[in-house]
Structure formats: structure tokens, C-alpha cells
């Protein structure tokens, strides 16, 4: 494992990207997650006549590891809710019951939407045989052993021809595959074949990556080579990942600065609870630090409200795209800006019998301040007396002071 803590990975589809290269990319660049990966499938109800093998291998040259399930016989094709009630009844951990399930139904909502069917009654063939979901399986515990990182992937390649299937020939990218990649940056290598598989696809429609790295310094920790099954002409069949932690700066430097995006707009045509709600559900993306808004005049005299958002630029264009589906705007402004910040954390601190968070930072001078959460303090009834209480003595715990009077 790197010695430091990864804070985001970028994929860096050279090959392409199927749910075996995935997780081979981050076994091979962060070995320890062999653990955490092989438990989850022992307890995936994966029948116990399959293999999963980590294969070390070399594409163009490039030494890497494949992903390999040895099947002895048969496939598990099935129907959408009977994967996901296979999922449900197993003893994997619920994060990634919930993280593997998600990414099936990306797939399931993808085929259903070109078939023309209801999701549930989807029937996935290739995809819900034994090799895709332990692929998926993998895939979901490796993200949730992770924990909270960041992601980006570079431009996709599109690939060319045909692929066969149980529904026939089908065009390359496959139609479901194409659905799942809109709004991914593609290229056009010259290269023919399927170069992102469904599985890829929906892995990747999961994670909702950047695309690219964040702008601000990171510390490059490892790298991983994914390999796919084939050769591929005048190139290596690879997914890379790129590790990365965060820069270490001197204790005096720890409030420098840091790159923060900002994305501005306005809306005249919304009403209030409709803004509302789309803003939360904004608010509640990876990487969103901050939504805010307030009221002012716009063109013709109109009353609007303006929007500002601030995030993680290694997710700034995932989140402009929630905000012109969630809100009425025709456009958003997007700029990625230095900004200082403190350091801080955030405390739990019993007081007065109740348990409060308390958010304590240290200012230039030395000095500290803290600040109990409203939404805690709240909770000490409508008594205004017992509430001043409550946060004056939840600060003054997390300062290590004696508290005030009432």
C-alpha cells in the first residue's frame, strides 16, 4: 500500500476499460486491496467450483495484472431483480451490496431504455454471467475499501465494428455502452474492436469521474497497469492508475491555500421550493463544499436568484452538469481559484447530557475558536436559556476552557 493516504485516481484508458482491467488497475497499484477484494467475493455467493486468479502478465511491453475468474461450467444469466436479489442475499458487507447493486441497475436502466422494457424484467445474457458480476463484485469492494477519493478518467476510446452478442451483431460501441458514456470526453484511435465494455461503462457512470486530475499539487504515490484479454495492434492493451495523496506542507504552511472552483449562475424562471429542492440535491454531490444564494434584480427588472457553488475542480463539471439538469439555468459559469483555509476539525463534545459536534480552528496567530453545530444545539428543546448553555459549554470542552456563566 502507499504509504500515504490516496486522496483521488485517475484512470488512464490507454487499452480501454472493462471490469476486469479496473480491478486489476487498482490491485496492481495498491496491492493491499487484494484482501479486501478477494473476502468480499468469498462471501458473494460466487460458486466455490469458480477461480479468481490475479494473473501478472505483459501488454506492449507493459508488465501489469489481470483480473481472471476460471469458470468450470455454465453462465448465471439472469434478470435484473434476480441479480440483484442474488446481491441482497449474500453476505458481502451492505456498502457493497449497495455499491454493486447500484451499478447494475446503471446497466439494467441502459439496456431497458434500448430495448424499450422495464428494468427489472431486463435479461443481461453476457452480462449477468459469473465472469461480469464477480468483475462488478470486485469492482464495488475495492471502491468502498477505498473510501473517499476523488476520480477522473481520460478521453475514452471509442473503438470500431462490431461486437457479437446474443441479440446478434451489434454496433461498436454497443448501444447500451453508449448510453452509459454520454457526456465522457471519446477519441478515435484508429484502433477497431470493443474498447469499453458494458460493465466498464457502468463502473465508470458510478464513479461519475472528472476529466481530468485536480489542478492543485498532489503527490504522485503509485501507478497501476490493468490488462485486458487481447493483444492489441501497435499499442498495450492497459488501463493505468495513477495514485495520488495529498502535498505535505510545513506545520506554519498548513493554512496556504488551496485550488477551489466556483460556479456561479442565475435563475429567474424557477419557483422558490422547485430551486429548492434541485440545490439540495446539488448540495449533496461528491465534492460540493458549499452552496449558497441570495436574491437579485435581473434583466427586464425580474426578481432572480443567484447561485453559487463551490467544489473539488476534479468534480467541477459533474456538478455544472447536475446544476443545468436540476435547475432552469441556460449556462454556468465555471473559474477554479486559490482560496485560504484553516485548519479544522470537528469534535464530538459531551455536554449538558447531550452529544454535540463542535467545529474548533486555529487562527494565524495561534489562537482557537470553535463553534457548536445549530442543528445539535437545536435539539435541546425550545428553551432558549438551556440552548445558550448547551453551546457555551460544547465550545468551551472543545477549547479545553472553562465555560461562561449563563
Not at 1 to 23: C, K, Q, R, S
Not at 101 to 123: C, D
Request: hydrophobic share 45%; proline share 7%; glycine share 10%.
Amino acid at each position: 500500500m502507499p504509504p500515504e493516504t490516496p486522496v483521488h485516481l485517475h484512470l488512464d484508458p490507454l487499452g480501454g476499460v472493462a471490469g476486469d482491467m479496473f480491478v486489476a488497475a487498482l490491485v496492481h497499484g495498491w496491492p493491499e486491496l487484494e484482501i479486501a477484494v478477494l473476502g468480499q467475493l468469498r462471501r458473494s455467493g460466487l460458486p466455490e467450483r469458480h477461480r479468481i486468479e490475479l494473473r501478472g502478465d505483459r501488454r506492449g511491453g507493459i508488465f501489469g495484472l489481470r483480473f481472471v475468474l476460471v469458470v468450470e461450467k455454465a453462465t448465471a444469466s439472469g434478470t435484473l431483480r434476480e441479480i440483484l436479489e442474488r446481491i441482497a442475499g449474500s453476505a458481502m458487507d451492505e456498502a457493497v451490496k449497495r455499491r454493486a447493486s447500484a451499478i447494475y441497475r446503471r446497466l439494467g436502466e441502459a439496456e431497458a431504455a434500448v430495448h424499450g422494457v422495464p428494468p427489472e424484467t431486463v435479461h443481461f445474457h453476457e452480462i449477468a454471467d459469473w465472469d461480469s458480476y464477480a468483475d462488478i463484485v470486485a469492482a464495488a469492494s475495492a471502491i468502498e475499501a477505498l473510501g473517499r477519493v476523488t476520480w477522473s478518467v481520460g478521453p475514452l476510446p471509442l473503438g470500431s465494428g462490431t461486437v457479437r452478442t446474443l441479440h446478434g451483431e451489434l454496433p461498436v460501441p454497443a448501444p447500451a455502452t453508449a448510453r452509459l458514456l454520454r457526456g465522457f470526453p471519446v477519441r478515435d484511435d484508429g484502433l477497431p474492436g470493443e474498447r469499453v465494455t458494458p460493465t466498464g461503462a457502468a463502473i465508470l457512470a458510478e464513479l461519475a469521474p472528472a476529466t481530468r486530475p485536480p489542478s492543485r499539487p498532489l503527490r504522485l504515490l503509485a501507478a497501476g497497469h490493468g490488462l485486458g484479454a487481447r493483444e492489441l495492434p501497435g499499442k498495450p492493451n492497459v488501463l493505468r492508475m495513477l495514485v495520488m495523496g495529498e502535498v505535505e506542507t510545513a506545520e506554519g504552511d498548513r493554512n496556504a491555500g488551496e485550488r477551489v472552483a466556483v460556479l456561479r449562475f442565475e435563475v429567474d424562471d424557477q419557483t422558490a421550493e422547485d430551486l429548492a429542492l434541485g440545490l439540495a440535491r446539488v448540495r449533496s454531490l461528491r465534492g460540493v463544499l458549499d452552496v449558497c444564494q441570495w436574491s437579485v434584480v435581473g434583466k427586464a427588472g425580474r426578481l432572480a436568484a443567484a447561485v453559487q457553488i463551490l467544489c473539488d475542480p476534479a468534480t467541477s463539471e459533474a456538478v455544472a452538469e447536475a446544476c443545468l439538469t436540476e435547475t432552469t439555468t441556460l449556462g454556468v459559469r465555471i473559474e477554479t481559484v486559490e482560496r485560504r483555509v484553516l485548519p479544522r476539525e470537528t469534535v464530538v463534545i459531551e455536554a449538558e447530557g447531550r452529544t454535540v459536534r463542535v467545529k474548533r480552528a486555529q487562527r494565524p496567530d495561534g489562537t482557537r475558536t470553535a463553534k457548536a453545530e445549530l442543528a445539535d444545539v437545536g435539539a435541546a428543546g425550545s428553551d432558549a436559556a438551556a440552548r445558550g448553555r448547551l453551546r457555551r459549554e460544547a465550545e468551551a470542552r472543545a477549547l479545553g476552557e472553562p465555560a461562561e456563566g449563563p
